[in-house]
C-alpha cells in the first residue's frame, strides 16, 4: 500500500506543476533513498548482472509511466487506470505460474478476488465513457494495457535479479529510469524547476515509491513472484481511501465492494 501512497501524493504535486517535471524529482529522491538504503542493507558491491536486470527495470518502469500519463492526458480516464493496474497486476501472476510457481484453490480464489478489486476500485464516477467514440476507447486501452506491461515488467524483471543480490538492482534501476527521464527532458526543451510545495510532494512521492519497491524486492526474493505481485497491484486501495479522508472525495458503493475484495485477497493469499 505504500506505492498507493506515494500515487496520492504524487498526483498531488501534479495538480500544481507537470506530470514529466514531478517524475523526475521523485525519480531523483528514489534514487537517493536507493543508495541509502543499499548502503546500509548491502554487503559488498554490485555485479553487471545486478546492474543489466535493474536496468531494464528501470527503463521498463519508465516507459510505463510514460505511456500512463499520455493516455490519462488523451484517453477515457475511467478506462486508463483499472486497465493498467489489471494488467500490471496479470504479469507478474502470468510470469511466476509460468516459472513455476504453484497457486492452491485458495490462492486462485485470491487471485481472482484481487484482480476483480483493482478495476472496481480504480472505477471513477464520470459517466462519460458512454459517449466516447471506439476510436478513442480503443487508444485509451491500448495505452493502458502496454503502460500496465511496463509497471509488470518493471517487478517480473526486479524478481530475476541474481538471487543472492541485496538493493543495488534498485539504484541501477533508478539510474536508468532518471537518465532516460532527463534525455527525453533535453530533447523538449522542458525546465525542471518547480515551485516549493509541488517540490516537496515530488520529493516525498519519490520516498515512498522506492520504500515500495525495496518492499517488494525483499518480499519477492522470499516468496512468490505471482503472489507479491498480485499483491504489489492493490494499491489502488490505500489511493482510494487517502482521497477518502484527506481530499473527502466521495467514495462510490462500487469502491467499497473493491477494498472488501481486496482485504479478502490478502487474506485468502495468507492463507494459502
Known sequence: MVLGSADFVGGLATKHARAAVVVCWSNT???????????????????????VWGGLAGLCGSLGAILLYHALANGVMSLVAPTTAAAAAALPVIAGVLSGDRLTGLAVIGVLCALASVLLVSLSGDDSD???DRRKMARSVGFALLAGAGFGLFFVLLAHTPSDSSLWPLVWARCASLTLLLILGLVRRTSLRLPATPARLAL??????MGSSILFLIAVKAGSLAIVGLLSSLYPVSTVLLARFV?????????HVGVVLAL????????S
Open 29 to 51: 529522491a528514489g534514487l537517493l533513498t536507493a543508495l541509502v538504503f543499499a548502503g546500509i542493507l548491502s554487503h559488498g558491491g554490485t555485479s553487471w548482472s545486478e546492474a
Open 204 to 209: 516525498l512521492s519519490g520516498v515512498l515509491d
Open 264 to 271: 479478502g485477497s490478502v487474506l485468502l493469499l495468507a492463507w
Open 247 to 255: 481530499l473527502k472525495e466521495r467514495i462510490r458503493t462500487v469502491q
Open 130 to 132: 458512454g459517449s466516447a
